[in-house]
Nanobody
Framework: QVQLVESGGGLVQAGGSLRLSCVAS????????MGWYRQAPGKQRELVAA???????NYADSLKGRFTISRDNAKNTVYLQMNSLKPEDTAVYYC????????????WGQGTQVTVSS
């Protein structure tokens, strides 16, 4: 099983920045896409950003320019740099990774809370 551990969430004032990290661990696996989703109270989980193994990125239209996703393939780690944070960015942020380990897999982290105060 491929396990994901997220870190970097917390409380920040509006206009501030946070950097989330997600490390994938396990044995005998290869990763294709890595991404971040978020879920605010009472709302559905939504895509924030995703990045392929080759570095191609995809962002939610509303977040372009403020959030940046990146990855370190050697460390099996994906990052999300969040700048100019707004109260509406408050949510639980989840890491998602898919790839291959004795078969295709799709794993989710347990989530990290991001709270932006006004």
């Amino acid at each position: 099983q491929v396990q994901l551990v997220e870190s970097g969430g917390g409380l920040v004032q509006a206009g501030g920045s946070l950097r989330l990290s997600c490390v994938a661990s396990g044995s005998a696996f290869s990763i294709n896409a890595m991404g971040w989703y978020r879920q605010a109270p009472g709302k559905q989980r939504e895509l924030v950003a995703a990045i392929t193994k080759g570095g191609a990125t995809n962002y939610a239209d509303s977040l372009k320019g403020r959030f940046t996703i990146s990855r370190d393939n050697a460390k099996n780690t994906v990052y999300l740099q969040m700048n100019s944070l707004k109260p509406e960015d408050t949510a639980v942020y989840y890491c998602n990774v898919n790839g291959y380990r004795w078969g295709p897999f799709d794993s989710w982290g347990q989530g990290t809370q991001v709270t932006v105060s006004s």
